[in-house]
């Protein structure tokens, strides 16, 4: 099995875009009204605006982390402080190992991005 799709509850679809486009640092797709995709290395990362794509269910944020790892955290974490995220945690050194810093979105979702190597995996 595989994750192939986490959805990332949104509010404004052009302002998660033109977030998620900053922080990333590379463009995604929009595939509907209130869908903006973006391609994370096979698993895609989707912004769902319920409103825009005609829901009527309006979608809470996330309740937990969503971890990502990169290749160069300390670039996103430069791009996270530009953008004036939300609980912006400075880089640590997990006691797992992990290199990584925490934020809250603009639209309340939890993230963790992590230095790709330093992921643990529990192994």
């Known amino acids: 099995m595989k994750i192939f799709r986490i959805i990332v509850p949104v509010s404004n679809i052009s302002a998660a875009q033109n977030f998620y486009e900053t922080l990333f640092g590379f463009e995604g797709t929009r595939v509907s009204p209130g869908r903006h995709y973006f391609d994370c290395d ?25 971890y990502i790892s990169t290749d160069e955290l ?24 992990e290199k990584s810093f925490y934020f809250n979105d603009p639209f309340e979702n939890p993230l963790c991005f992590v230095d790709s190597k330093t992921i643990f995996s529990g192994k």
């Open 74 to 97: 300390e670039d996103v974490f430069k791009r996270a402080k530009i953008l004036n995220v939300e609980n912006l945690s400075e880089i640590e050194t997990q006691p797992w190992g």
């Open 42 to 66: 096979g698993t895609t990362f989707a912004c769902f605006d319920a409103l825009a794509d005609g829901d009527e269910l309006i979608s809470k944020p996330n309740p937990e982390y969503i």
